[in-house]
């Protein structure tokens, strides 16, 4: 179980370096990543906020990385488009986040595995679930398939996925902080508190049990 951005080929994008990718796809976030590949976090989850000012919002600013980065820095509730890819080792089959996921939604598996809730939504298109069984929280691919496929799993196991999950994006935001203090050290402070915001991160050094 990972977190994943959804990423495509940035074009024209000069403000700091970024790598390239395929036209779509999923980079996953932690604390290994390139210094390139961070920019191109940075820069995908910037880019989606990117909404012109509204609702008593500060105006853009004129240069071009405080008008990129205004959205970011100043909208409330933000969005990471993507979320957790779920891959079954032995069988290969994998979930991917639906359209409209965002990371900034991962804890709500917790809601799945805790019995908060039945079942949660993933996003759409496909229409991947998660839904609890008891002692198992099942996995599905894509809802609207009658043949879809699904993992299975028992919540102790999910549990010990969603904590790595965790780490994962707790070291990725410490990684993206000090991306931020070498590429755009003018804004890194409130950058690192944007995009902890986006993830949905703890403070670090704190884990839920």
Do not use: K
């Amino acid at each position: 179980m990972q977190p994943v951005l959804e990423v495509y080929r940035p074009e024209d994008f000069t403000l700091w370096p970024v790598a390239g990718s395929e036209p779509f796809g999923y980079l996953p976030l932690s604390g290994t990543l390139l210094p390139i590949e961070v920019g191109t976090a940075v820069m995908r989850i910037a880019e989606a906020n990117d909404i012109d000012p509204e609702d008593g919002r500060p105006p853009r600013p004129a240069d071009p990385l405080g008008a990129f980065l205004h959205g970011l820095l100043t909208m409330e509730p933000l969005f990471a488009p993507g979320g957790l890819r779920v891959i079954d080792t032995a069988t290969g089959i994998t979930l991917l986040p639906g359209c409209c996921s965002g990371i900034e939604d991962w804890r709500e598996w917790w809601s799945v595995v805790d019995g908060r809730a039945s079942s949660g939504f993933l996003g759409h298109d496909p229409d991947p679930c998660a839904e609890r069984h008891g002692d198992v929280v099942r996995m599905i691919v894509d809802v609207e398939r009658d043949d879809s496929p699904m993992i299975e799993l028992p919540t102790a196991d999910l549990r010990r996925l969603l904590a790595g999950v965790e780490r994962d994006l707790i070291a990725f935001h410490r990684l993206a902080a000090s991306w931020a203090e070498r590429y755009v050290p003018d804004r890194a402070a409130p950058l690192a508190a944007a995009l902890g915001r986006a993830l949905d991160v703890l403070p670090e050094g704190s884990q839920r049990v």
